[in-house]
């Protein structure tokens, strides 16, 4: 596990908004003004722990913006007026940028910059009067462990608890998930192709997430941002549909216009036939790239099967879970969907005709509790593909004060804890290795 923290640049933090309390509940506000008014500043300990054992994530993004929103305005009234301002400005941008009126754009960009610089003007950075300690992302913690912990005048930081909490709940959530289902396949690769059963702003911190607990590739580019690396897939039935429901020729097509570096899974449960289908694809790629017959069972198909254009990788099944394949044996529900039986089948039948470097990938309905009876049954599955039941996982944050001014002081049954395990959090911790 690496064990250097992502620059807080990477995070993309609304910084103005959330300086300007968008995002937090109103009750830390006030909870701060009330602090501030009252000119009270004791210096108190933030503990932050899982409400269950969990892979942590999201406390490099906690940290950006720790970095970035720990202070106050030295006005905040004038602060408040500029920030309003601000959103304002946010929403003519918009309405600009979607009627494509490029002067309306520039020009309201221009003002909203000028009001920028004057609010940031007004902001007393009070990063380096705090201390923080931490685990790092992709670590695992027992419930109850601390995962983060504050240290320093809540007035600088205690209106961010919101935010906080969310980011690190949202990620643990997300990496937690992906964990479990990481272990079930025993080292196999586990896609995550959730990005389509949830809002497009919680991509990037899902991607992220998603690597942290240890998955082998993620769908969207927004999924991959802060990681740096390429998004990955397969080619959709809807592809399959725009050409009139020929598997084979939308494989052709894809191959023929996607680039070298992608890997060619064909989707091939649009006829609620995987095997067949597989067949017909390989034998139309096969004739289209070699220009000459192919006969199943006799025919080397082994110069179309691999890595590269003009190769298939791997087919990919993601049969109905309420739906039986043709080759299934029908029995009970055991016999719906994505099921042994069917990848047993598939793979005996690719072996027998020289398909044995084909990749089988599964999807449709996958989580840790299925993929471990695939693992147990020794299921020839090369790959999972998981979605929206990752997203159900659920992975509580709560952050509570356990000490004021060096002395304990919790609400009844909360205590600090262990925290032996937190390092240290460098005031530049992004130029830390």
């Not at 991509?203 to 690396?229: K, P």
């Not at 004739?287 to 025919?299: D, Q, S, V």
């Not at 990788?313 to 309420?322: A, K, L």
Request: aromatic content about 12%; charged content about 30%.
């Amino acid at each position: 596990m690496r064990k250097k923290r992502l620059d807080p640049k990477v995070f993309k933090v609304p910084i103005d908004r959330i300086r300007g309390h968008y995002y937090s509940d109103i009750y830390f506000v006030r909870y701060v003004e009330v602090l501030k008014k009252d000119n009270r500043h004791p210096r108190v300990l933030y503990q932050f722990f899982p409400r269950k054992d969990c892979v942590v994530a999201g406390v490099d993004e906690a940290l950006a913006i720790l970095r970035f929103a720990t202070g106050y305005y030295k006005d905040e009234e004038k602060a408040k007026e500029l920030f309003k301002e601000i959103l304002s400005l946010d929403r003519m941008i918009q309405a600009a940028a979607v009627e494509m009126d490029t002067d309306a754009v520039i020009s309201c960009t221009k003002r909203k910059w000028d009001l920028r610089l004057k609010l940031d003007s007004l902001w007393v950075d009070k990063w380096e009067e705090i201390e923080v300690r931490a685990l790092y992302d992709g670590e695992e913690a027992k419930e109850w462990e601390p995962i983060m912990v504050i240290e320093g005048d809540p007035t600088y930081f205690g209106y961010l608890e919101t935010v906080l909490l969310g980011v690190i709940s949202r990620a643990t959530s997300t990496a937690t998930a992906v964990r479990e289902v990481v272990k079930a396949a025993r080292g196999k690769p586990v896609l995550y192709f959730s990005a389509r059963f949830d809002h497009y702003w919680v991509q990037a911190t899902d991607g992220y997430a998603a690597l942290c607990g240890g998955a082998f590739g993620v769908s969207t580019d927004a999924n991959a941002d802060y990681w740096g690396v390429e998004s990955m897939g397969t080619m959709p039935h809807a592809l399959i549909a725009a050409y009139d429901g020929s598997t084979e020729a939308a494989a052709i097509a894809f191959d023929k216009h996607m680039p070298e570096n992608v890997k060619r899974i064909v989707l091939v449960d649009w006829d609620n036939d995987v095997i067949g289908t597989t067949f017909r694809v390989v034998k139309a790629f096969y004739e289209y790239h070699m220009k000459r017959p192919f006969k199943l069972g006799e025919t080397d198909p082994s110069p179309i099967i691999g890595e590269g254009k003009g190769k298939i990788w791997g087919v990919r099944f993601d049969t109905s879970g309420n739906m039986r394949d043709a080759s299934v044996v029908p029995r009970d529900e055991s016999s719906l969907g994505v099921c042994p039986e069917l990848v047993w089948r598939a793979r005996q039948e690719f072996d027998r005709v020289g398909l044995k470097d084909l990749k089988i990938v599964v999807s449709g309905g996958f989580d840790a509790k299925k993929i471990e009876l695939f693992e147990i049954l020794n299921v020839p599955a090369d790959v999972y593909a998981v979605g929206s039941k990752l997203l159900r996982q659920k992975v509580d944050i709560t952050a509570d004060v356990v000490e004021v001014n060096g002395k304990p002081c919790a609400k009844a049954g909360r205590f600090k804890r262990d925290l032996s395990r937190l390092e240290l959090v460098p005031k530049r911790y992004w130029e830390e290795v």
